[in-house]
């Protein structure tokens, strides 16, 4: 069963910094890019940043650029995220998924990133 099952997510205060995972079964993670995205209340879901599966590239939104870094090791099956600098414009639920996977896997049930003092 093809599943991506994200978490990490916490309550943090502004500055600081935590580390999602996203956990991969049912298909191969080093054949796949693989993304995160985050969808803040009131809003729609959006990328975060993407890490390729050939060479390893990643990319960022503008919004988390130099604050955030996306990683990832084949042989857990499992893709990080880790996030500092922290602010509460970054509140949100946390998804991760291989967007260009044929068919795409099924949203997971996401993990929830609250920033706040």
């Known amino acids: 069963q093809v599943q991506l099952v994200e978490s990490g997510g916490g309550l943090v205060q502004p500055g600081g910094s935590l580390r999602l995972s996203c956990a991969v079964s049912?298909?191969?993670?080093?054949?796949?890019?693989i993304g995160w995205f985050r969808q803040a209340p009131g809003k729609g879901r959006e990328g975060v940043s993407f890490?390729?599966?050939?060479?390893?590239?990643?990319q960022y939104a503008d919004s988390v650029k130099g604050r955030f870094t996306i990683s990832r090791d084949n042989a857990k099956n499992t893709v990080y995220l880790q996030m500092n600098s922290l602010t509460p414009e970054d509140t949100a639920v946390y998804y991760c998924?291989?967007?260009?996977?044929?068919?795409?896997?099924?949203w997971g049930q996401g993990t929830q990133v609250t920033v706040s003092s």
């Open positions: 998924n291989a967007p260009r996977r044929v068919p795409r896997p099924p």
């Open positions: 049912g298909f191969t993670l080093e054949y796949y890019a």
């Open positions: 890490i390729s599966s050939a060479d390893g590239s990643t």
